[in-house]
C-alpha cells in the first residue's frame, strides 16, 4: 500500500524525503513522487518505477527545500502512471498533495469541481483533494480553514498530507482509517525537526519521538506539531519513545529482509517464550484486557484473517480445539465479514494481523462489533488500527517485519496462539499442570531447533535450482500441517510467481491428483505424528503416477527417506509444534527459488506489505 513521508527541517529534505520512501518501499509500490517548497516556491517531482527513478529525477533538476512530502503509490484507482503517481497538485500548482486509502466519494466531488472549471489531469480518486483546497481558498481567509472544509467533504479511509506556497512553512495533514505517525526530533545544531510518515521506520534513525494519530485527527506541522481532534479543539500529542531501533530495520549482512527475517525467526520464539511464560511456568499476556473470568466463558471462538494470518489462524483452530474444548472457525475475513456468523453473546471474534491495518480484517472486526461480539486481536503493531478497534490485543513481539512475504510474523502469530490455548485450556480446566509443563518444555527446545533446521541451505539451493523451471507445484499436509502447505504454497507463488497450491492431503484423490506428472512436484509435509501413515499412502500414490515427490520429514525418519526422491528434515517434535519447524525449509526454498529466477523477493509484483484497501 501506499507510502507517505513529511520532513520540516534544516537537513536536505529531498534526501530525508527519499531515505524515508526508501525505507517504505516494503509496503508496495509503482511509482514515486515528492514536493518541495523553497523560498515560497513549490516543485513536484514525479517518476513511475522504483524511487532511483525518483532520484535520478530530482537529480538533473538540482533543487531542494526547507519542507516537503513524499509518496509511494501502489495503484488504487488509474494504471501506475507518472501522471496518475502522487503528489497531485491544483491547476495553478500552488497546492500538493499525497494520499493513502480510498476516497469513496471522488466521483461527485470530481463532478462538482469538474463543474466549476476544474479540470483533471489524472486518473486517479487523489486529485479532488488539491483542488477542493483551492475552491475553499476562494471563499476562506486561511489554507488551514480550506483544508478543514476540503477534509470535511472526504468519504472514505484515508492518510493525507499537504503543502502549498500561500503558507510555504506548513505541512497540513489529517488521518482517517489510514495510518499516519508524527514525530520530532533535534538534530545536531539544536535545531527542531518535525516529521511524517505512514510508519515508524521511515524516521528511523531519526526521530526518536513519535505519535501514532488517531481517526479525525488534522493540524500541521510547523515549529512544532499543532494537532487538532474531530472536533476542531487543539490537543496536545501524547509523544511515545519510539520501539523500534535501527538492526530492526536495517539490513544488516542480509542480502534481503526476506532471508535476515528468516533467520530471526529462532530469536523472536525465544523472545516470545521469554517474555509469556514466567519462572514458574505461568502463562502471561499482560497487555490483554480480557479478564480470564471471561474468557473461561467464551463459547466460540470465530478466528478472521487473511493471507499468511489466516494459515496461522487455520492451526490455532485446531489448538483451540484440541486443547481448550472450545468451538473455533477460522476464515478469510473477506467472507466472514460478509457471513450471518449466528454468533451468540458468548462468542468472541479473533482478528489476526501483522500489519494492524488490513482492510478486511479491520472491516470484519467492525462487523463483530456491530453485533456486539468482543474483540481479540493479535497483532505485531500495538498501534495500529485494528489494535485500536479491539476489546483486547496480544503482541506478536516479532519486531518490524520488512519484507512482503511474511515469515517470522507468521511463527509468531502461530507461537503466539498456541500459548493463547494453552492459558484458555488452564483457566478452563482442560489443561493440568504436568500437561501444560511438558508442552512448555518442548516449546524451549524450538529455537535451537530451528536454527539446526536454517542450516539445511545447501540440499535447499539444490531443489530451488530444480523448482526454479517449474510452472506448477502443489503442497499437501493434514491437520497441524495443512496450513504448512497453504502457507509453503503462498511463500512460493508470492515471490517465485510460480503458481502453486496448498491443499488437504486428504482431498488429493478428489481432484488434485489429475495434476500429477513429472513435471509437477509435489511437496508433502510428512513429520513424525498420527499423521505420518496417511501421508505415506499419499506419497505412494503421487509415486505411482511417475510425480516427483519432496517430503519435510523428521530427522531419521528412514521409510520416508527412501520413498521420497528428496527429503528436507526436521528435528522430531510433537506433531502439534511440528508446524512451528516444517515451514522453515519452505520459506527457504520459496526464497531461494525466486532468487534463481531473477524476482525481487522483498518487494514481489503487484503485491503490498499490508493491503489497507479492500
Ligand atoms: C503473506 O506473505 C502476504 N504478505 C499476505 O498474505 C499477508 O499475510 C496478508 O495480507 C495479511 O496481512 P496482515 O497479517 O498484515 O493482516
Redesign the pocket.
Given at each position: 500500500m501506499c507510502g507517505i513521508v513529511g520532513y520540516v527541517g534544516q537537513k536536505s529534505v529531498a534526501s530525508v524525503l527519499l531515505v524515508g520512501l526508501e525505507k517504505l518501499e516494503y509496503r508496495g509500490y509503482d511509482s514515486a513522487g515528492i514536493a518541495l517548497v523553497n523560498s515560497n516556491e513549490l516543485t513536484v517531482t514525479k517518476a513511475k518505477g522504483r524511487i532511483a527513478h525518483l532520484e535520478r529525477a530530482l537529480r538533473l533538476k538540482n533543487i531542494n527545500g526547507t519542507i516537503g512530502i513524499g509518496h509511494t503509490r501502489w495503484a488504487t484507482h488509474g494504471e501506475p502512471s507518472q501522471t496518475n503517481a502522487h503528489p497531485h497538485v491544483n491547476t495553478d500548482g500552488t497546492i500538493a498533495v499525497v494520499h493513502n486509502g480510498i476516497i469513496e466519494n471522488y466521483l461527485s466531488l470530481m463532478e462538482e469541481l469538474i463543474g466549476k472549471g476544474y479540470v483533471f489531469a489524472s486518473e486517479t480518486d487523489t486529485e479532488v483533494i488539491p483542488h477542493l483546497v483551492d475552491m475553499y481558498l476562494k471563499e476562506v481567509s486561511s489554507v488551514q480553514e480550506a483544508f478543514r472544509k476540503s477534509i470535511a467533504r472526504l468519504e472514505g479511509k484515508y492518510a493525507i498530507a499537504m503543502v502549498t506556497e500561500k503558507e510555504p512553512e506548513k505541512i497540513f495533514f489529517v488521518r482517517n482509517g489510514s495510518p499516519l505517525i508524527l514525530a520530532e526530533a533535534t538534530d545536531v545544531n539544536g535545531e527542531q525537526e518535525l516529521f511524517l510518515a505512514s510508519d515508524a521506520p521511515a524516521f528511523i534513525p531519526l526521530a526518536k519521538k513519535v505519535y501514532y494519530l488517531k481517526n479525525g485527527e488534522w493540524g500541521y506541522l510547523n515549529h512544532g506539531l499543532h494537532l487538532f481532534n474531530d472536533k476542531d479543539v487543539r490537543i496536545e500529542p501524547d509523544l511515545q519513545d519510539l520501539k523500534i531501533d535501527v538492526g530492526q530495520v536495517l539490513l544488516g549482512e542480509f542480502e534481503h529482509y526476506m532471508l535476515k527475517e528468516i533467520h530471526e525467526q529462532p530469536d523472536i520464539v525465544q523472545k516470545i517464550l521469554t517474555e509469556r511464560i514466567t519462572e514458574d511456568n505461568k502463562i502471561r499476556f499482560d497487555e490483554l484486557e480480557l479478564k480470564p473470568e471471561f474468557l473461561a466463558g467464551v463459547g466460540r471462538f470465530i478466528i478472521q484473517?487473511?493471507?499468511?494470518?489466516?494459515n496461522a489462524g487455520r492451526i490455532a483452530k485446531l489448538y483451540f480445539e484440541n486443547f481448550a474444548n472450545v468451538t473455533t472457525d477460522a476464515d478469510y475475513s473477506s467472507e466472514f465479514r460478509y457471513r450471518n456468523p449466528v454468533a451468540g453473546g458468548d462468542t468472541v471474534v479473533i482478528g489476526?494481523?501483522?500489519?494492524?491495518?488490513?482492510a478486511d480484517?479491520l472491516a470484519g472486526i467492525y462487523e463483530a462489533r456491530s453485533k456486539f461480539l468482543k474483540v481479540l486481536s493479535f497483532v505485531?503493531n500495538v498501534n495500529s488500527t485494528i489494535a485500536r478497534e479491539s476489546d483486547g490485543i496480544i503482541d506478536l513481539f516479532a519486531g518490524p517485519e520488512i519484507g512482503?512475504?511474511?515469515?517470522k510474523?507468521?511463527i509468531a502469530e502461530v507461537l503466539n496462539l498456541l500459548l493463547f490455548s494453552i492459558y484458555l485450556a488452564e483457566i478452563r480446566f482442560m489443561m493440568d499442570e504436568s500437561e501444560k509443563i511438558e508442552i512448555l518444555n518442548q516449546l524451549k527446545k524450538l529455537p535451537d531447533q530451528m536454527r539446526k533446521v536454517l542450516t539445511h541451505t545447501a540440499k535447499i539451493h539444490e531443489l530451488a535450482e530444480k523448482l526454479k523451471e517449474k510452472t506448477s507445484v502443489l503442497f499437501l499436509g493434514r491437520t497441524y500441517n495443512f496450513a504448512t502447505a497453504l502457507e509453503g504454497a503462498?511463500?512460493l507463488k508470492?515471490i517465485s510467481y510460480i503458481h502453486a497450491e496448498g491443499y488437504a492431503a486428504g482431498e488429493f484423490k478428489h481432484g488434485p491428483i489429475a495434476l500429477i506428472s513429472e513435471d509437477v512436484p509435489v511437496i508433502v509435509v510428512a513429520p513424525k505424528g498420527e499423521m505420518r501413515t496417511k501421508m505415506i499412502s499419499n506419497l505412494q500414490e503421487v509415486k505411482a503416477r511417475k510425480g516427483q515427490v519432496i517430503a519435510v520429514v523428521s530427522e531419521n525418519d528412514s521409510e520416508l527417506a527412501g520413498l521420497a526422491d528428496k527429503v528436507l528434515e526436521i528435528p522430531e517434535t510433537p506433531e502439534f509444534i511440528s508446524s512451528l519447524l516444517t515451514i522453515l525449509p519452505l520459506q527457504l526454498l520459496s526464497y531461494h527459488t525466486a532468487l534463481k529466477r531473477g524476482c525481487d523477493v522483498d518487494k514481489p509484483r503487484n503485491?503490498a506489505?499490508?493491503?489497507t484497501v479492500e
Amino acid at each position: 500500500m501506499c507510502g507517505i513521508v513529511g520532513y520540516v527541517g534544516q537537513k536536505s529534505v529531498a534526501s530525508v524525503l527519499l531515505v524515508g520512501l526508501e525505507k517504505l518501499e516494503y509496503r508496495g509500490y509503482d511509482s514515486a513522487g515528492i514536493a518541495l517548497v523553497n523560498s515560497n516556491e513549490l516543485t513536484v517531482t514525479k517518476a513511475k518505477g522504483r524511487i532511483a527513478h525518483l532520484e535520478r529525477a530530482l537529480r538533473l533538476k538540482n533543487i531542494n527545500g526547507t519542507i516537503g512530502i513524499g509518496h509511494t503509490r501502489w495503484a488504487t484507482h488509474g494504471e501506475p502512471s507518472q501522471t496518475n503517481a502522487h503528489p497531485h497538485v491544483n491547476t495553478d500548482g500552488t497546492i500538493a498533495v499525497v494520499h493513502n486509502g480510498i476516497i469513496e466519494n471522488y466521483l461527485s466531488l470530481m463532478e462538482e469541481l469538474i463543474g466549476k472549471g476544474y479540470v483533471f489531469a489524472s486518473e486517479t480518486d487523489t486529485e479532488v483533494i488539491p483542488h477542493l483546497v483551492d475552491m475553499y481558498l476562494k471563499e476562506v481567509s486561511s489554507v488551514q480553514e480550506a483544508f478543514r472544509k476540503s477534509i470535511a467533504r472526504l468519504e472514505g479511509k484515508y492518510a493525507i498530507a499537504m503543502v502549498t506556497e500561500k503558507e510555504p512553512e506548513k505541512i497540513f495533514f489529517v488521518r482517517n482509517g489510514s495510518p499516519l505517525i508524527l514525530a520530532e526530533a533535534t538534530d545536531v545544531n539544536g535545531e527542531q525537526e518535525l516529521f511524517l510518515a505512514s510508519d515508524a521506520p521511515a524516521f528511523i534513525p531519526l526521530a526518536k519521538k513519535v505519535y501514532y494519530l488517531k481517526n479525525g485527527e488534522w493540524g500541521y506541522l510547523n515549529h512544532g506539531l499543532h494537532l487538532f481532534n474531530d472536533k476542531d479543539v487543539r490537543i496536545e500529542p501524547d509523544l511515545q519513545d519510539l520501539k523500534i531501533d535501527v538492526g530492526q530495520v536495517l539490513l544488516g549482512e542480509f542480502e534481503h529482509y526476506m532471508l535476515k527475517e528468516i533467520h530471526e525467526q529462532p530469536d523472536i520464539v525465544q523472545k516470545i517464550l521469554t517474555e509469556r511464560i514466567t519462572e514458574d511456568n505461568k502463562i502471561r499476556f499482560d497487555e490483554l484486557e480480557l479478564k480470564p473470568e471471561f474468557l473461561a466463558g467464551v463459547g466460540r471462538f470465530i478466528i478472521q484473517a487473511s493471507g499468511t494470518s489466516l494459515n496461522a489462524g487455520r492451526i490455532a483452530k485446531l489448538y483451540f480445539e484440541n486443547f481448550a474444548n472450545v468451538t473455533t472457525d477460522a476464515d478469510y475475513s473477506s467472507e466472514f465479514r460478509y457471513r450471518n456468523p449466528v454468533a451468540g453473546g458468548d462468542t468472541v471474534v479473533i482478528g489476526i494481523s501483522q500489519s494492524g491495518e488490513t482492510a478486511d480484517t479491520l472491516a470484519g472486526i467492525y462487523e463483530a462489533r456491530s453485533k456486539f461480539l468482543k474483540v481479540l486481536s493479535f497483532v505485531n503493531n500495538v498501534n495500529s488500527t485494528i489494535a485500536r478497534e479491539s476489546d483486547g490485543i496480544i503482541d506478536l513481539f516479532a519486531g518490524p517485519e520488512i519484507g512482503v512475504a511474511s515469515t517470522k510474523a507468521y511463527i509468531a502469530e502461530v507461537l503466539n496462539l498456541l500459548l493463547f490455548s494453552i492459558y484458555l485450556a488452564e483457566i478452563r480446566f482442560m489443561m493440568d499442570e504436568s500437561e501444560k509443563i511438558e508442552i512448555l518444555n518442548q516449546l524451549k527446545k524450538l529455537p535451537d531447533q530451528m536454527r539446526k533446521v536454517l542450516t539445511h541451505t545447501a540440499k535447499i539451493h539444490e531443489l530451488a535450482e530444480k523448482l526454479k523451471e517449474k510452472t506448477s507445484v502443489l503442497f499437501l499436509g493434514r491437520t497441524y500441517n495443512f496450513a504448512t502447505a497453504l502457507e509453503g504454497a503462498l511463500k512460493l507463488k508470492e515471490i517465485s510467481y510460480i503458481h502453486a497450491e496448498g491443499y488437504a492431503a486428504g482431498e488429493f484423490k478428489h481432484g488434485p491428483i489429475a495434476l500429477i506428472s513429472e513435471d509437477v512436484p509435489v511437496i508433502v509435509v510428512a513429520p513424525k505424528g498420527e499423521m505420518r501413515t496417511k501421508m505415506i499412502s499419499n506419497l505412494q500414490e503421487v509415486k505411482a503416477r511417475k510425480g516427483q515427490v519432496i517430503a519435510v520429514v523428521s530427522e531419521n525418519d528412514s521409510e520416508l527417506a527412501g520413498l521420497a526422491d528428496k527429503v528436507l528434515e526436521i528435528p522430531e517434535t510433537p506433531e502439534f509444534i511440528s508446524s512451528l519447524l516444517t515451514i522453515l525449509p519452505l520459506q527457504l526454498l520459496s526464497y531461494h527459488t525466486a532468487l534463481k529466477r531473477g524476482c525481487d523477493v522483498d518487494k514481489p509484483r503487484n503485491l503490498a506489505k499490508s493491503v489497507t484497501v479492500e
